[in-house]
């Protein structure tokens, strides 16, 4: 059964910064795409930032382009989201996500290109 488990979400003041984990379990191999998304009140769920099963290419959404960087360690199945230059319209819950093969060579930015997902972690961005 695979799980994904994301952690060190919270309250930050504007300005500030955070890291998210998200670590997976419950399958052979590390060598899977994963990608961030988050969704805030009434809104759609929303595409972050992703990377490759490699690590060798990532992917940023605009708004947090420059700010958020993701990445990730295969030796212990776990992707990180460094977030910095947080801004209000950052709070959200978090959730990370995965395709359920290795090697994937598809797009990234859509929730339909992902087969499993994480519970989600708050995070709370006061100005």
């Known amino acids: 059964q695979v799980q994904l488990v994301e952690s060190g979400g919270g309250l930050v003041q504007a300005g500030g910064s955070l890291r998210l984990s998200c670590a997976a379990s419950?399958?052979?191999?590390?060598?899977?795409?994963m990608g961030w998304f988050r969704q805030a009140p009434g809104k759609e769920r929303e595409f972050v930032a992703a990377i490759s099963w490699s690590g060798g290419s990532i992917f940023t959404a605009d708004p947090v382009k420059g700010r958020f960087r993701m990445s990730r360690d295969n030796a212990k199945n776990t992707v990180y989201l460094q977030m910095n230059s947080l801004k209000p319209e950052d709070t959200a819950i978090y959730y990370c996500?995965?395709?359920?093969?290795?090697?994937?060579?598809?797009?990234?930015?859509?929730?339909?290109?992902?087969?499993?997902w994480g519970q989600g972690t708050q995070v709370t961005v006061s100005s």
């Open positions: 996500a995965s395709p359920n093969r290795q090697y994937y060579s598809g797009t990234y930015y859509n929730t339909d290109d992902y087969d499993y």
């Open positions: 419950g399958r052979t191999g590390s060598s899977y795409a």
